[in-house]
């Protein structure tokens, strides 16, 4: 009897350490359960609380799972890897962890082209109607280049040049249009002690890069460059690119490569709220993420598109997009279409623009105020458009990072330790790797 | 319960091997060889837990690893191509990752002696030597090792900081603006950087370990050596070091583990492996790969390689420093 007990005992003992490491069941109430896995950006939470309320309201059987954070990334990789998929992910590319990538990489996605041919629930127009014209279409939302739409676009922001307007009128300078007065600005600027170029880290080139190449070469040779035509790198519009940041870059301020690391690029971000430093690569979102920061007097945030190549030359201004997906893995696929549809209703967009968040829906951005209608009315300058998209995905390729050859080697051309030739080696090595990976 | 207590401890040794030492037993003395299995049933039972959770958490993900390294896999797609040594052979000829394992090694080589000495002198200094306030230091020396990671990265990038840093700074009010240097962004700089917050974060800990083995060496050998005129230098070298030998051992081949791991954590925290990849190292490396990369075999590879070059490192130290236990 004693040897039974223990024994049964030790067994419910190892039993009980193994079960901590399973999971416990979702909700049983009958209702239909919808995973929504939302990335807590700039922002906020609130916007998705909100959002789900009112969604849940709009459909009384169906009960929302929210889940936000901002690192949302290691929290359901864990689960999706063993097979437990939310039902609809909020979460962009371009992030450092690159799941969305991965995902597309691997063919995972569902595809949401009927989407945009459905109802807004409760509305009586479809999404792709709603849609701002245009938005739908490149490569951040039909990753592949066919007609197929995998990521609806999300919120929609423009990436550019921030600056200080209040910097450059106590000065008496213009924003400048080109780059020959871009770095006559900085010639200037440097005898007054003001740097003219910043960036928070290297990765927040990736806005300017993919302007630059636009600007230069024109919509089709960046897209010849994003989809690793051969030789691409080695085209005098590919030179050009360079050269003009090889010369940008000689203008970086000096604390530029020293901060440019996780725990010191606010500092980079800092040295413009402190007016020694004209213009940095960045976001909408810089506004929230530096409101608690000290400025000098009269500040007051700019957003220019990068300057022309030459008198009167299209200029492009890279739209970051952020995404929302369906996992092909997901259970309640049906459910997760209509919460995406109605992720475009006047009600969620009301909701999202409270929060700053200004999705890509037609006649939006015309109703905004403040800081937000100065940024988004850079779409309204003459010659400029809006560029969308990214390298486009291809079979993982072991030990080729093209963006941090790109965008990373930014740190040494500035210290030196890369010359402008070995740049371009590079780049193109990794471009050509790419390419015979995507054929 | 009673079976544990009542039997003495010279019938150990058949436990420890139970599947081959007892089975002759039987036929020899039974009732004895009964009790015998029953207690070695109730030890296996005992033992099983660990021995599951071990397998489970231990083995099963290093087989993995090892399996994982032949595949092309991206970590979420559901194929997997078996492509044999082919990840290994890429991993040759990547710069990036023979940059990040020069990194890794200099940090192994340079922060352990670094540390391990330091250590060692901070705790001779602490144990022989009186000093007012010995807890004081011994607490402050040891802070350190209680504090989250991201608490020291966050103070170094106060330290290092190339504008008002406590580095550059110091260099400053002692007008040697010569020697100012930007501490994270300079490619050859950086690495000792972190090497520098890595023996910062570890020294202390070392130097309680080797405190504590220092003061169990009889008091009456320092003074017989100082009765024949040893100095203290002397007596550290011929009297304490080959005294704690083995402990030195022990804790060589543990801070080699650590390091990878600790090497790791602060370039994450600290650089990112920037700036342009000067500071990456061996596991930031991989992780990059496994996961921002999409390559998950090949990220297992580089798991391989840390795996096989920790082993053997730790093998290579266990062997050098093989010396005859001196017993006082």
Known sequence: MKKLLLTTGVALTSLALLAGCASSGGAESGKETLEVAALEGGYGVEMYTELVAAYEKLNPDIDVVLQTSKSLEDEITPNMKAGRYPDVVVLGQGRAAGLTESLIKDEALEDLTPVLDATVPGESVTVGEK???????????????????????????????????????????????????????????????????TYPTSGYLDSFFFALLADVGGTDFYTDVM??????????????????????????????????????????????????????????????????????????????????????????????????????????????????AYLYSDEAAEIFTGSDAIQPIEGLADTLEGENATFYQVYDEPGVSALLGGFASTAPVEGVDIKGTLFGSADSIISGDRTEAQWQEDISAASEKLRQAGD | MTSLTTHPAPSRPPQESPGAADRPLPRTTPRRSATVRAKNRFVLLCILPAVVLFLVFMVVPTVNVFRMSLFTWSGFSPDMTFVGLDNFVTLAGDTQFVRAFQNTVLLLVVVTIVTISLGLVLAAVMTRESIRGKAVFRFVFYIPNILSIVVIAAIFSAIYDQENGLVNGTLQALSLEGLQQVWLGDQKLVVYSIGIAMVWQSVGYYMVMYMSSMSAVPESLYEASALDGAGPVRQFFDITLPLIWQNIRTTLTFFIMSAVNLSFVLVTAMTEGGPDGSSEVLLSYMYKQAYTNSSYGYGMSIGVVIFAFSFLVSLLVSRATKREPLQF
């Open chain 1, 227 to 340: 989809t690793y035509d051969e030789d691409v790198w080695n085209t005098p519009e590919a030179d050009e690119v360079l050269d003009i940041a090889t010369r940008l870059l000689s203008y970086a301020a000096p604390t530029t490569v020293g901060y440019a690391n996780e725990q010191d690029f606010t500092k980079n971000q800092q040295s413009i709220l402190d007016g020694k430093t004209i213009f940095m690569p960045n976001g909408t979102w810089i506004v929230n993420e530096m409101a608690e920061a000290p400025r000098t007097d009269g500040f007051e945030w700019g957003l220019t598109p990068l300057p022309a190549v030459s008198e009167g030359a299209d200029r492009f201004i890279t739209t970051s997009v952020e995404s929302v997906w369906v996992p092909s893995a997901a259970k309640n696929k049906d459910a997760a279409l209509d919460f995406v």
């Open chain 1, 131 to 197: 849609l701002t014209a245009g938005i739908v279409g490149g490569l951040n939302t039909n990753p592949y280049g066919t007609d197929e739409t995998y990521l609806m676009p999300m919120f929609y922001s423009p990436t550019g040049l921030f600056y200080d307007q209040n910097l450059l009128a106590t000065h008496g300078w213009t924003v400048p249009t080109t780059w020959d007065e871009m770095f006559a600005l900085g010639d200037e600027a440097e005898a007054e002690g003001i740097s003219l170029f």
